[in-house]
């Protein structure tokens, strides 16, 4: 596709996409840092987020800001929109998408997305639904390792932590497997392994990936240790399952240790303890490098989306 208009999933993108994509990334950096732009100016964008938000919600307003545009926002939509008095999704979308041009929109439901889209005449951001997916996070991944490592293609990287519940590692297996011969190494603890059908997709698309248990083994191997937090969220009474999974898997000085010089930690944020912050100040870290990159790449995307 060479046009955007939703963007509900990563498998929707492709290489030729993404290039255009970051290319614009990287005169974004040019116009924060040195130029400011009004391009979005009498444009509005609606964040409409059931989900709690730092990252997202901030530097999708900020990069509205940026480009000279307006935002209406709900940051607490479950209980301060009129989903609290039984709105539909769907009637809610079609009201606010009467205000704005674009709706930026994160869930605790997966599918919900392509369900607000269905209904909107103007684009659906998917900002994070439920354990499916968050497309605009890994496309500000994938902006990282190329910046960070210089390439897309021949990337091996270890992801990291709970893979199950993670709809970041998700969406980034998508787009990896759009770039030449990655090598995915997947190291988890036992109750929140990759699901399945992530798995058949990479083979279906003869990506290479294997399940490992021991961290200090793949992490020599890789260019990017991806760690994600135990959703705490998403267990709900399997309290149990939690405690055996948290704590499994720490990035610490030890592991670094054994990583390449030339490689990176990323995390998609926030962290709890799965990151020791003695690590923050080691180059290779590259969380908080990744969290700003965001800012980019999301204007870059209201750039294209909204035709400027
Ligand atoms: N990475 C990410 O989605 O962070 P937030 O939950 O803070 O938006």
């Given at each position: 596709m060479s046009r955007l208009?939703?963007?509900?999933?990563?498998?929707?993108?492709?290489?030729?996409?993404?290039?255009?994509?970051?290319?614009?990334?990287?005169?974004?950096?040019?116009?924060?840092?040195?130029?400011?732009?009004n391009i979005l100016s009498?444009?509005?964008?609606?964040?409409?987020?059931?989900?709690?938000?730092?990252?997202?919600?901030?530097?999708?307003?900020?990069?509205?800001?940026?480009?000279?545009?307006?935002?209406l926002t709900t940051e607490n939509a479950r209980e301060f929109s009129s989903a609290a008095k039984g709105e539909t999704l769907e009637d809610t979308i079609r009201v606010v998408a009467g205000y704005a041009d674009v709706i930026v929109m994160r869930h605790y439901e997966s599918g919900t997305s392509k369900r607000a889209a269905a209904?909107?005449?103007?684009?659906?951001?998917?900002?994070?639904?439920?354990?499916?997916?968050?497309?605009?996070?890994a496309l500000l991944d994938m902006y990282t390792i190329q910046r960070e490592i210089g390439r897309l293609d021949d990337i091996g990287i270890a992801m990291v932590g709970d893979l199950a519940n993670g709809r970041t590692v998700r969406s980034l297996c998508y787009l990896l497997a759009k770039y030449r011969n990655p090598m995915i190494y997947f190291v988890a603890p036992q109750v929140v392994r990759m699901k399945d059908d992530i798995k058949e997709y990479l083979r279906r698309h003869h990506v290479s990936f294997v399940e490992a248990e021991d961290l200090y083994e793949v992490a020599p191997k890789v260019d990017v240790v991806y760690q994600t937090r135990i959703q705490k969220e998403r267990f709900g009474d399997r309290i149990t399952?939690?405690?055996?999974?948290?704590?499994?898997?720490?990035?610490?000085?030890?592991l670094l240790d054994c990583m390449k010089k030339e490689s990176v930690v990323m995390h998609p944020l926030p962290r709890v303890d799965e990151i020791d912050p003695d690590i923050d100040s080691d180059p290779r870290a590259a969380y908080?490098?990744?969290?700003?990159?965001?800012?980019?790449?999301?204007?870059?995307?209201?750039?294209?989306?909204l035709g400027a």
């Open positions: 208009f939703h963007v509900v999933e990563a498998q929707q993108f492709n290489v030729e996409l993404m290039a255009n994509i970051f290319a614009t990334a990287r005169e974004m950096e040019q116009v924060v840092q040195h130029y400011g732009s009498r444009r509005v964008m609606a964040t409409l987020f059931y989900e709690p938000s730092t990252r997202t919600r901030l530097s999708f307003e900020s990069a509205m800001c940026r480009l000279g545009g307006g935002v209904v909107s005449p103007v684009p659906v951001i998917n900002a994070g639904d439920g354990s499916g997916q968050h497309p605009t996070q399952e939690y405690e055996q999974a948290r704590g499994q898997y720490i990035i610490n000085r030890a908080f490098r990744q969290a700003h990159n965001g800012l980019y790449v999301r204007m870059a995307l209201l750039r294209m989306l």
